[in-house]
């Protein structure tokens, strides 16, 4: 279970923590929670045509925003274990499509 939430709240390399994926989470989370909250406790009724068009929107602003960083996160190479940063940095020279305009 830890493997998969390293693997969900960090970046390529497994490492790197990532704030997009963490503020991510914690949205997901909150807005489930009031759902529960709302329908349960307050004794609301469950709509889910806005449920679904909010987790929506949620989960299609995470996409973009991991979309649009993409390019900014550490590469996992197999030849280093992380002490070397200018080995890292060719490495994400040579194999960054976006290092080449």
């Excluded at 406790?41 to 925003?65: D, V």
């Amino acid at each position: 279970m830890n493997t998969i939430l390293k693997q969900l709240l960090t970046g390529k390399d497994n490492q790197t923590h990532d704030l997009v994926r963490w503020l991510g989470t914690i949205v997901v989370f909150t807005a489930l929670t009031l759902t529960i909250y709302i329908v349960l406790w307050r004794g609301q009724a469950f709509e889910p045509q806005a449920f679904c068009f909010g987790m929506s929107s949620i989960f299609t602003t995470l996409g973009a925003a991991l979309k649009l960083k993409e390019t900014t996160e550490p590469y996992n190479y197999p030849e280093s274990n992380g002490s070397n940063a200018s080995k890292a940095a060719d490495y994400q020279d040579a194999h960054d499509p976006m290092s080449k305009t």
